[in-house]
């Protein structure tokens, strides 16, 4: 039976990443764009936020059933120790604990970075995602009302967020991802969140 295992996204996982999340954008709302974008446009995404930021996949075998990524959560200066996560599942792997194992990475790999603070938009309603954020340590901290038009409707996005570590002092600046990537630190912080993966 195959294994499940965590580790950090490349360029070529791109293809089957896209083709996982393509239906989050085309049957539901947990996405707000309408159509998926091109391979092309996938990569340059993933080439734009690694520069800073991790993102990971979680393969079954030689399968990739899920990811999850860091993006800024905006672009001037006084807000970058905050950032925003997003995670993708397989439809076929839900209830197995990835999303769980990539969040618990994504959170000590981005607190290991420097950042203070987690934010998700989450589109309304949608219970199982809020609880299940609540499970893994997010507050409700506001809502964008009627921000989000989608499938003839306008819709709430819930924002829920998490904090990383007291924010006491002046924070030191972050440090981009890519200059830790290959340190053994971050080889156990994927080994280890993904043995709570339920196989």
Known sequence: ????????????????MLALYAPYVTDTT?????????????VGRMRTYGEKLPWLVCTYGDEVVGYGYASPHRRRAAYQWSCETS??????????????????????LLAMQGYYNIFVGITSPNETSMKFHKAMGFVISGAYQDSMYKFGKWRDVLWMAKSLRPHEGEPQPTVP???????????????????????
Not at 35 to 40: I, T, Y
Not at 184 to 189: C, D, G, I, K, L
């Open 1 to 16: 039976m195959p294994d499940f295992t965590l580790r950090t996204a490349e360029e070529a996982d791109a293809p089957a």
């Open 87 to 108: 995670i993708y599942v397989a439809r076929d792997f839900h209830r197995r604990g990835i999303a769980g194992a990539l969040y618990n990475a994504l959170f000590e």
């Open 30 to 42: 947990v996405s707000s764009e309408y159509e998926p974008p091109s391979l092309s446009e996938f």
């Open 177 to 199: 991802f890519p200059a830790l990537r290959e340190s053994p630190v971050v080889s156990r912080v994927l080994r280890q969140a993904g043995q709570h993966i339920r196989g």
